[in-house]
């Protein structure tokens, strides 16, 4: 029963980490809690005195950092404020009472994401309970009944010297990975109807916080709502985009109703372990809320493990078992080599006992020997010197090891799976010019320099020269300001991924006027634009559709001259009002090139007949694109798309390649429909047909997956059932990837490879030296990398 149980054995779903016994807590109900207060909660009387009170007890448990209550018929996990009515979250003052403070701290406990490593004896324990540690062990205690007292001693010594080297370095790595986390920092929070520098550590829902784009580019420390002011986000380390995301305040938001993360987030929530690339303060706060550092006014949602990253990185600590050293293969090895001995030591016994003046002692000792002598005294130092001379070489290329036993693994990794952004293209993105400018020759890219003036002054600043001031003053290069004039932005509509644009109100005053002329300045993705403008040109959805599948991320840009207007009519205008009767001025194509090194790379490991496939966030057409430069794809692609009710295979490049999918057939013969597929294809599946598999045709996903080049549009949860399907078919995988996003999916694989994005700039002296020299094209900037 609850009431006399003191622990509890937790079952986690599959590969979401070990069933664990865990303590079992009993403690008066939040509501009885709320009214004791005024007792120490560390008396340990503090329960005998609430209970004896008639207060209702409820049960809870600790299980991979996450606090759940225990009822008679099930267990629920422990509740945010995440759903509360909108007027709830602007109306707060954040903490006002110390009460209300230590009901929040006990209910959902601080922000603290420490990841704890092992500790050193817990390693060695783990490394001394390995097969050949243990074999050693035993042959050690043989030689001594043998008189080999110093040679034995000797082997020991050297094994339990190795050992402990090892687990030294594998903690060294494991330290010097945690201090590339997130760190706590003070930051103003709003308690007692006063604002406070406080550690974001110690934060909890409920609170009120400042926050801005810091000078150290510290991180967000946990998840928020977007109160008042605006912010713009580097959301790369979650979701893997390098596009930043522009989130809106919640007090924009015209109708009171509840917080809906699963819709909300996307525009008004900050995510715990993004970072603020630009803030707008808010123009105006309530008494008391004005922030000494002029800061976005922000509500604390979730804290803790409980955060969008704190539930990845729980997934690098309990998402699947630790691995230890090959011990199946090692007892098959150790068994075959027995038999052999068995059958000599037996041979030995045998005819040793048909002399009855001999020792049956010595010759039992003797035949012993000969079982033990099959496997080389040498062998195990010889196997724990490899690794750690292994630990070593990775170390100088900035190569940190958190589980040694897992290097043998990449020895015989069959397929080798990549993220996209970030991995194989750089993280930063690069304007290749603008297209559909010319009507004859639609698709021709023009560089941004050669465009008109109307479609210069959309396109990105950083491509064209021009310079956006703190005053939001846009001026063009000296060089072109004869032919552009400088702009200054009135009215911004930010980014919104529903509507799939953004436009802005810019504004000039012509030499010897006095008067403001206004245009309206839009771009968003094509087919949104499209029904805004007046009259778009016949080549319009071929031309944006041909870039898409060049590679390139595709902008419409589009303007409307407004004239002059009063500083009234500047204020009044809505959304709906400046969005309309555009006028196109062309497509803009941006790319993220290739890393340097990733096509040698990629060839290398298909030249050793590894299969490589991708696995990225992003668009289809895009990702294919880089697939085919990359030479992962080598055979035309085919995409399962659906189209009304019917699924079916069509072309990337060629949209009337087209196979119907035949579910019965996929049913009942799902070799042959792959074996159809590959004769003269190449595969690419999203996340949307990911799923449709795997609930339609559960037969044929994993042998499709084997197959797959690139994989789309996948989700991190997506990402990790990949790689989970993969190693249950038996394929050895390895995971390359930069984000968080990519956390589960690393940490499932045989072998992951987490690229790190705060390295040091260079190598150490020492192991520069000692490493090729960077080709030209290659950045200065080393990134390392964590196996």
Partial sequence: ???????????????????????????????????????????????????????????????????????????????????????????????????????????????????????????????????????????????????????????????????????????????????????PYPIYTLRNKKWNLLDSSQLVPGDLVSLGRSEKERLIPCDLLLLRGQCIVDESMLTGESVPVTKEPAESILDDRSLCLDTDAKHHVLSGGTKVVQHTPPQKVGAGTKSPDNGCICYVLRNGFQTSQGRLLKTILFGVKRVTANNLETFLFISFLLVFALAASAYVWLEGTKDPKRSRYKLFLE?????TSVVPPELPIELSLAVQNSLVALH????????????????????????????????????????????????????????????????????????LTKGEAVIPPSASRAQHHPLKVFVRFHFSSSLQRMATVAGHTPLGSTDTHYMVCA???????????????????????????????????????????????????????????????????????????????????????????????????????????????????????????????????NDSDCLELDLKLAANKPKRIVAELLKQHSICLTGEALDYLRLSTPKLLPLLLPAVSVFARMKPKQKELIVTVLKDRGYATLMCGDGTNDVGALKHAHVGVAIFANAPETLPSSAAAKTEPAPASAPARRQPVSC
């Avoid at 069959?414 to 993280?427: Q, S, V």
């Avoid at 696995?615 to 057409?621: A, C, H, Q």
């Avoid at 990702?623 to 798309?641: D, G, W, Y």
Wanted: with cysteine.
């Fill in 1 to 183: 029963s609850l009431q006399s149980a003191d622990v509890i054995k937790v079952v986690p779903i599959a590969n979401n980490g070990s069933p664990e016994i865990v303590k079992l807590e009993k403690q008066v109900s939040i509501e009885a809690f709320k009214n004791e207060l005024h007792l120490n909660t560390s008396d340990e009387s503090f329960e005998r005195k609430t209970v004896d009170k008639g207060s209702t007890p409820y049960y809870w448990f600790l299980f991979q950092k996450e606090k759940f209550f225990l009822t008679k018929d099930s267990v629920q996990p422990l509740q945010f404020p995440v759903d509360k009515d909108l007027s709830h979250y602007l109306s707060s003052k954040g903490m006002e009472t110390e009460s209300e403070l230590q009901q929040a701290v006990h209910q959902f406990g601080t922000n603290n994401m420490e990841m704890v490593p092992p500790k050193f004896s817990e390693l060695f324990i783990e490394r001394a309970t390995a097969p050949f540690f243990v074999f050693q062990v035993f042959c050690v205690g043989l030689w001594c009944l043998d008189d080999y007292w110093y040679y034995s001693l000797f082997t020991l010594g050297m094994l339990v010297v190795f050992e402990c080297t090892l687990v030294q370095q594998q903690l060294r790595n494991m330290a010097e990975i945690r201090q590339m986390g997130n760190k």
């Fill in 523 to 653: 771009k968003g993705a094509p087919e949104r634009l499209k029904e805004m403008l007046i009259d778009p040109p016949p080549f319009y959805d071929k031309v944006s559709n041909q870039l898409a599948k060049d590679g390139f991320r595709v902008l419409a840009l589009a303007y409307r001259q407004l004239g002059t207007l009063n500083h009234q009519n500047l204020r009044a205008l809505k959304r709906a009002d400046v969005e309309r009767d555009l006028t196109f001025c062309g497509f803009l194509a941006v790319s993220c090139p290739l890393r340097s090194t990733s096509k040698s790379v990629v060839r290398e490991l298909l030249s050793s007949s590894h299969h490589v496939c991708m696995i990225t966030g992003d668009n289809p057409y895009t990702a294919c694109h880089v697939a085919k430069q990359l030479k992962i794809a080598r055979q035309p692609l085919l995409s399962l798309s659906q189209t009304g009710q019917d699924w079916s295979w069509t072309g990337i490049d």
């Fill in 367 to 371: 035949c012993t020997l000969i079982i």
């Fill in 396 to 467: 100088r290329l900035f190569i940190y090891c958190t589980e040694p036993f897992r290097i043998p693994f990449a020895g015989k990794v069959d397929i080798c799976c990549f993220d996209k952004t970030g991995t194989l293209t750089r993280d930063e993105m690069m304007v290749d010019g603008v297209a559909g400018l010319d009507s004859d020759n639609p698709n021709e890219i023009q560089t941004v320099q050669n465009c008109g003036q109307a479609t210069v002054q959309k396109a990105i600043l950083k491509a064209t020269g021009w310079t």
